[in-house]
């Protein structure tokens, strides 16, 4: 396929542009290189032939129309989001704009282009999201959001990112619009931006720094690799049914106290401190506005229809991951500069 892949210069978009050129595809990446983006993350498949840049806004709608009308893809992966929670509660309009905005645009370009294909069968709008649209989770173990769990956002991203999954299924519904739309827990890994929680751990650790835990660290989270989870998403955009939703899970839960401990562990293993452990360093900060008690994905409908399952285990992960930043200093060394990094975000409310 030729896949038009929208933020594919940020975390999870830059994996799956590498994994889509592995596997064979053409790939034009669409990104306006906005604070967390970075070009050094598909540096690897930059001189790939099958591969494209394009720098632009996913509010502009006449540079999208040149750049669906220049490259004529056969599929839309939409990634394309402010997404750190924190920056929601100090600055909720960028996240309307880019997250609801930005998306109706998308949505009415890519429908366009359909049009123009001959509303073609084969064509697919895949917009990806994020499990913080469900809300809270009670504690119970049982309980997991599923693809019917009822919207429920409590943050300002949350709800920008439900808006947008309604206009995705309102344009399948209204216009006929071919879409599949998937629903991730937190994603961990390679080139993951250093203003989110993983690599604030590994970098503070590394520089002596305090390891903040938001309140008592129980809140619950599932954490998914996102290697793992690129390969779901090339996965449903190929064979995903259309008008249907997957959450992808990594069907690993941990407080944000036990994850912080296992990162330690791997710091500790992989580059030991002269005396005690990085754990030393753990420091209980004021809790964010608003802050989910439990996220967990039930990700059954993806494993049974597709036959997808996360490979990495969370150790693994972490540990391949702790592996990854301390043989990639200059790509963190690079951003820490960037506005936010290494700031206490999301207490203006």
Known sequence: MKLLVTGGAGFIGSAVVRQAIAAGHSVVNLDALTYAACLDNVASVADAPAYAFEQADIRDRAALDRIFEAHQPDAVMHLAAESHVDRSIDGPGDFIETNVTGTYQMLEAARAHWVRQGRSDTFRFHHISTDEVFGSLPPDPEVKFTETTAYDPRSPYSASKASADHLVRAWHE????????????????????????????????????????????????????????????????????????YNIGGNAERTNLELVQALCAALDAQRPKESGSYADQITFVTDRPGHDRRYAIDATRIRDELGWEPSVTLDEGLAQTVTWYLENEAWWRALQDRAGVGQRLGTGS
């Open 174 to 245: 209204t216009y006929g619009l071919p879409v599949v739309l998937t629903n991730c827990s937190n994603n961990y890994g390679p080139f993951h931006f250093p203003e989110k929680l993983i690599p604030v751990v590994i970098l503070n650790a590394l520089a002596g720094k305090p390891l903040p835990i938001y309140g008592d660290g129980s809140n619950i989270r599932d954490w998914l690799f996102v290697e793992d989870h690129a390969t779901a998403l090339l996965l449903v955009v190929a064979e995903g049914q259309v008008g249907r939703s």
